[in-house]
């Protein structure tokens, strides 16, 4: 069965100052792997996704992700944060090469990006 | 639709009696998945339908717990007697299908057991 890992409950950094967050991903085939951010009081909003290819993936609103094979990662990065950016993110991982599998997500990382 | 859409947005129901909590997907998306978010928790996977059948229910927490998908469309989750600790947003996503492409969310239901 996959499963994801979000080690850190919170993540704070200083605006303009670039901004990390981790995910870790455990599957028997080859991993299809997403971002999703969560603003207050809205739904779930796709950020960026990584299915084969390149291991530099950009998204939106200036994220990017890079996956690692060998260490099992999918981290979040952006190379300067804004105080809009604030938000609980969520990594998420699919079984692809399973049929009939769903689309697992870790318990979320929540960014606060000070002024 | 434009988006997927679910209904009612707010329920609140005393504890015992049952509620339903409706999907409607992007039109065309054949994968549809239920997750519950517990305040301040992450997303708990509950079922996922391929079309009309649910390939994996391992995520529904107990029986009282069930759901259907009709016409490859409309999804109910249905919740029996329920419980305080049933209190939660559920949320509903769809996607073409599996694999590469990402799933798109409602604005989920939030229900309150009283």
């Known amino acids: 069965a996959q499963s994801v890992a979000q080690p850190e409950d919170q993540v704070n950094v200083a605006e303009g100052n670039p901004l990390t967050v981790k995910c870790t991903y455990s599957?028997?085939?080859?991993?299809?792997l997403f971002w999703y951010v969560q603003y207050p009081n809205r739904g779930l909003q796709f950020l960026l996704k990584?299915?084969?290819?390149?291991?530099l993936v950009k998204g939106s609103y200036g994220f990017e992700a890079e996956f690692n094979k060998s260490q099992t990662s999918f981290h979040l990065k952006k190379p300067s944060a804004l105080v809009s950016d604030s938000a609980l993110y969520f990594c998420?991982?699919?079984?692809?090469?399973?049929?009939?599998?769903?689309?697992?997500f870790g318990k979320g990382t929540t960014l606060s990006v000070s002024s | 639709g434009a988006g997927v859409s679910q209904s009612p947005s707010n329920k609140v129901t005393e504890k015992g009696k049952d509620v339903e909590l409706r999907c409607d997907p992007i039109?065309?998306?054949?994968?549809l998945y239920w997750y519950r978010q517990r305040l301040g928790q992450g997303l708990e996977f509950l079922i996922y339908?391929?079309?009309?059948?649910?390939?994996?229910k391992s995520g529904l927490p107990s029986d009282r717990f069930s759901a259907e998908r009709t016409g490859e469309s409309v999804s109910t989750l249905t919740i029996q007697r329920t419980q305080q600790e049933d209190s939660a947003v559920y949320l509903c996503?769809?996607?073409f299908g599996t694999g590469v492409t990402e799933a798109f969310f409602g604005q989920g239901t939030r229900l309150t057991v009283v």
């Open positions: 996503a769809s996607s």
């Open positions: 998420a991982v699919r079984d692809g090469d399973q049929a009939g599998t769903a689309l697992i």
């Open positions: 339908f391929q079309g009309n059948s649910a390939p994996d």
């Open positions: 990584y299915i084969t290819g390149d291991n």
């Open positions: 599957v028997s085939g080859n991993p299809y």
């Open positions: 039109s065309g998306h054949t994968a």
